[in-house]
């Protein structure tokens, strides 16, 4: 009853009381942007992109605590399978759809570009091979280095299945059509590739750039060593665009992963720092 008699006294407590309530609301309408995007993202597919997506799935998960990204591996055509079949949100691929997939409603997001050496155990003597040689040898037609000017050793080779991106880059851009020889030993993914050949005498194979380290031995192709300038420059053709598809349109957290792999921040950070090339960088 003292606040009707006291006019100022009302003013001032409904004044409070409106800037309380009003604080509030502004309050509800600005919670962190971190707590707004949940939810769980899968991929599959390429194991030459993973270089690349895990430090993206550990970046992406800080600013967005409430979504979990998982991403496996098992080959380009797996991942390409499994999203269209609406196994996973993203089919990650080196390579483009098959005619098979095309009709499925997949959408393409090309993220970067990476580029594939051909590797060799390091007592091969070995250190350049022209793209004929490279036919020759993944064809079954040469067996011993000592036919490509190195000392007399049987050829193992050593790469990947049908199921990989790798693969078909490698059967595209060098080998032109031609059948890879049956006589060589699969390994399932990049690393086990270089594994394997890093412990077999004689033993040649490919991998994603990023994989080759001091425990194997890079070769150059056509007289080109691979550098990032070489494939800008058009003189190392040995890469491939690499894809994230979905089916349809991505949303939420789906998309939202896609953008920040896509982004400028995430481009000029991680890209080049794990061994793959921006898009942005490469000749139209």
Same mark, same amino acid.
């Given at each position: 009853? %003292?606040?009707?008699?006291?006019?100022?006294?009302?003013?001032?407590?409904?004044?409070?009381?409106?800037? #309380?309530?009003?604080?509030?609301?502004?309050?509800?309408?600005? *919670?962190?942007?971190?707590?707004?995007?949940?939810?769980?993202?899968?991929?599959?597919?390429?194991?030459?992109?993973?270089?690349?997506?895990?430090?993206?799935? *550990? *970046?992406?998960? @800080?600013?967005?605590? /409430?979504?979990? #990204?998982? $991403?496996?591996g098992g080959g380009s055509f797996t991942g390409m399978n499994q999203?269209?079949?609406?196994?996973?949100?993203?089919?990650?691929?080196?390579?483009?759809?098959?005619? &098979?997939?095309?009709?499925?409603?997949?959408?393409?997001?090309?993220?970067?570009?990476?580029?594939?050496?051909? =590797?060799?155990?390091?007592?091969?003597?070995?250190?350049?091979?022209?793209?004929?040689?490279? $036919?020759? =040898? +993944?064809?079954? /037609?040469?067996?011993?280095? @000592?036919?490509?000017?190195?000392?007399?050793?049987? =050829?193992?080779? $050593?790469?990947?299945?049908?199921?990989?991106?790798?693969?078909?880059?490698?059967?595209?851009?060098?080998?032109?059509?031609?059948?890879?020889?049956d006589n060589a030993v699969i390994q399932d993914s990049n690393g086990a590739v270089r594994?394997?050949?890093?412990?077999?005498?004689?033993? =040649?194979?490919?991998?994603?750039?990023?994989?080759?380290? %001091?425990?194997? @031995?890079?070769?150059?192709?056509?007289?080109? /060593?691979?550098?990032? &300038? %070489?494939?800008?420059?058009?003189?190392?053709?040995? +890469?491939?665009?690499?894809?994230?598809?979905?089916?349809? *349109?991505?949303?939420?957290?789906?998309?939202?992963?896609?953008?920040?792999?896509?982004?400028?921040? +995430?481009?000029?950070?991680?890209?080049?720092?794990?061994? +793959?090339?921006?898009?942005?960088?490469?000749?139209?």
């Amino acid at each position: 009853m %003292n606040l009707f008699r006291k006019p100022k006294m009302l003013a001032a407590a409904l004044a409070l009381m409106l800037g #309380v309530s009003l604080a509030a609301g502004c309050g509800q309408k600005s *919670e962190p942007k971190t707590g707004e995007l949940q939810g769980t993202v899968t991929a599959s597919g390429s194991t030459a992109l993973l270089p690349l997506l895990k430090p993206a799935q *550990e *970046e992406f998960q @800080k600013k967005h605590p /409430k979504v979990t #990204v998982n $991403i496996a591996g098992g080959g380009s055509f797996t991942g390409m399978n499994q999203v269209a079949a609406g196994s996973v949100n993203i089919g990650n691929s080196d390579v483009e759809l098959p005619p &098979e997939l095309k009709d499925k409603g997949l959408v393409d997001h090309k993220v970067a570009v990476a580029p594939f050496v051909f =590797i060799v155990n390091p007592d091969v003597t070995v250190d350049n091979l022209t793209q004929q040689q490279y $036919i020759d =040898i +993944f064809t079954g /037609k040469i067996t011993n280095w @000592k036919e490509v000017g190195g000392k007399d050793q049987k =050829i193992t080779i $050593i790469h990947r299945a049908k199921s990989s991106g790798s693969r078909a880059t490698i059967a595209q851009v060098v080998l032109k059509g031609a059948a890879f020889t049956d006589n060589a030993v699969i390994q399932d993914s990049n690393g086990a590739v270089r594994a394997a050949i890093a412990s077999t005498p004689g033993a =040649i194979g490919y991998v994603d750039a990023p994989y080759a380290d %001091n425990t194997v @031995k890079v070769l150059a192709y056509n007289g080109v /060593k691979y550098t990032p &300038e %070489n494939v800008i420059n058009g003189t190392y053709p040995v +890469f491939a665009y690499e894809h994230m598809y979905t089916k349809g *349109e991505p949303t939420g957290a789906v998309k939202a992963f896609i953008d920040y792999v896509m982004s400028k921040e +995430f481009q000029e950070t991680y890209v080049e720092k794990n061994g +793959f090339l921006p898009i942005t960088k490469m000749k139209k």
